[in-house]
């Protein structure tokens, strides 16, 4: 077993390990610890605990010390920087004539670095860019082009749900949501309703799909003909959370539609056709525009 404590940078909200040391911590308090990014403050997250060390990503450096008045009023200097930069940065960007959009600016807790953060259509050409800024603020400047899902989690707001986007308030890292997991949860293929303020599929989709996923192995889809205890019949419609199946019993000219569990019907011919929900037709839907959503 070893002792760490996690700590977290801002802009990020991966927790990373650290050894404590002899420093007693608590949660938030600010600490100062070598990355390989450099120096940087950073806060604890969780507290101080014994873990396996096979959970461990070496190597493990200690926390260099809590943060002092001195480096809070530093970290602040920073920040104020940083919104120097942003205003200066955008200006020189249109000097340059430079199709990008600047998003978001970090200084380094010691100012050795400024990272300049952008989006842009395609691939640009900012050399003379880094050149100018380099020789305005007298320390290294990299620019880094990042997607529109980047662009949401760094600047953050407001989602359809009404809460703040989840990859800015808890999710580490993006995981790959497609087209698939909306039509296996019975979802719209309408874009403006499964996607999210970034333009791109909602990260909420993955959330349930292994849940679906299971359902449907164990539900019959629409179509499936299926032995009920009134008889025969075909499924017309599916209730995937609740299992409930409306059923068209085969009683010749005469129509009969009941609901059943699925756990009490037997399956005589299978279908793996869902409910797919759909605000247009589906002879319209722009499936390059469908597609588009699952990229980064």
């Keep these: 077993m070893i002792t760490v404590v996690g700590i977290k940078f801002r802009q990020s909200n991966k927790i990373y390990s650290f050894a404590p040391g002899n420093w007693k911590l608590d949660i938030n308090d600010k600490v100062i610890v070598e990355t390989v990014r450099g120096t940087e403050m950073g806060t604890v997250a969780t507290a101080i605990a014994e873990v396996e060390e096979s959970a461990i990503v070496a190597p493990l450096k200690e926390i260099v010390r809590k943060a002092t008045p001195e480096d809070l009023a530093k970290a602040e200097e920073s920040k104020s920087k940083e919104c120097e ?20 600016v970090e200084a380094a807790f010691d100012m050795s670095k400024i990272l300049f953060y952008f989006t842009a259509d395609g691939r640009v050409d900012f050399r003379e860019l880094v050149k100018d800024l380099a020789s305005t603020f007298r320390t290294r400047i990299e620019l880094r082009q990042i997607g529109v899902r980047d662009e949401a989690k760094l600047l953050g707001g407001i989602g359809i749900c009404g809460r703040p986007f989840c990859c800015k308030t808890f999710l580490n890292e993006f995981q790959t949501v ?44 629409i179509g499936a003909i299926v032995q009920t205890a009134d008889g025969k019949g075909e499924v017309i419609d599916v209730s995937m959370l609740k299992g409930i199946l409306k059923v068209k019993l085969d009683k010749g000219e005469e129509i009969d539609i009941r609901l059943y569990n699925a756990q009490d019907v037997t399956v005589l011919k299978k279908s793996s056709r869902y409910k797919v929900l759909t605000d247009v037709e589906n002879d319209s839907l722009d499936i390059n525009e469908l597609t588009k959503l699952e990229e980064n």
Excluded: W
Excluded at 90 to 103: D, G, T
Excluded at 187 to 199: D, E, H, R
Excluded at 209 to 215: N, S
């Design 178 to 221: 497609s087209i698939k997991m909306a039509k296996d949860q019975a979802m719209s293929l309408n874009p403006l309703k499964i996607s999210g303020v970034c333009g791109r599929l909602m990260c909420c989709l993955k959330y349930e799909h292994e849940v679906y996923t299971d359902l449907i192995k164990k539900t019959p889809g």
């Design 85 to 104: 930069a942003f205003s200066i940065c955008e200006k020189k960007i249109l000097e340059h004539k430079i199709a990008m959009k600047l998003v978001g």
